[in-house]
Antibody, heavy 120, light 108 residues
């Protein structure tokens, strides 16, 4: 059974950099066949896809966030990470990591989410 | 960028009734990459339907998806208390995932 677990700071100051990690258990990131995504949800709002990464390191990003984000993968630790630079209060959200198949059939495994607040 | 518009915003029904949720795309899309999710309070979304009409693993047959082109529907029959939640449609195209704004299914 594949499980995803987000981790990172719950509080980040404005203008700083947010770093989150998603640890994968029950599957190996080296095996391929899946895309690993980050999604966020603002309080009482809908879902926004941030970007994803393949085991090769290839990434795709939401154009609205592309200038401030990077996603990396560490197959030795079986985790992938999100970096979001120059955060503002508008980046306050619940951040989820999730998995999709190479066929893009839908995000079938999700982490429980981690709440990030941007505040001084 | 494709925009997904869900309706209604809120749907009030009673347990045992049937629900019909709509997702309209701003342009014709491939149903191959159209999915539906359920999100209960305090939980992550859960994949219900992929490919517009295929149920994800473990999803009961009370849930059904249909549609082509710009209009897609999620139908839920014999509503149970745990079905009252938020529902999102989602589409993938051109290296971008987009979500609808959601429909809240609430108990009448």
């Amino acid at each position: 059974q594949v499980q995803l677990q987000e981790s990172g700071p719950g509080l980040v100051k404005p203008s700083q950099t947010l770093s989150l990690t998603c640890t994968v258990s029950g599957a190996s990131l080296t095996s391929g066949g899946y895309y690993w995504s980050w999604i966020r949800q603002h309080p009482e709002k809908g879902l926004i896809w941030i970007g994803d990464i393949y085991h090769t390191g290839n990434t795709d990003f939401n154009p609205s966030l592309k200038s401030r984000i990077s996603i990396s993968i560490d197959t030795s630790k079986n985790h992938f990470s999100l970096t979001l630079r120059s955060v503002t209060a508008a980046d306050t959200a619940v951040y989820y990591c999730a998995r999709d198949t190479a066929s893009r059939n839908g995000l079938d495994v999700w982490g429980q989410g981690t709440t990030v607040t941007v505040s001084s | 960028e494709i925009v997904l518009t869900q309706s209604p915003g809120t749907l009030s029904l009673s347990p045992g009734e049937s629900a019909t949720l709509s997702c309209r795309a701003s342009q014709s899309v491939s149903g191959t990459h159209l999915a539906w999710y359920q999100q209960r309070p305090g939980q992550a979304p859960r994949l219900l339907i992929y490919g517009a009409s295929s149920r994800a693993t473990g999803i009961p047959d009370r849930f059904g998806g249909s549609g082509t082109g710009t209009d897609f529907t999620l139908a839920i029959s014999r509503l149970e208390p745990e079905d009252f939640a938020l529902y999102y449609c989602q589409h993938y195209d051109n290296s971008l995932y987009t979500f609808g704004q959601g429909t809240k299914l609430e108990i009448k």
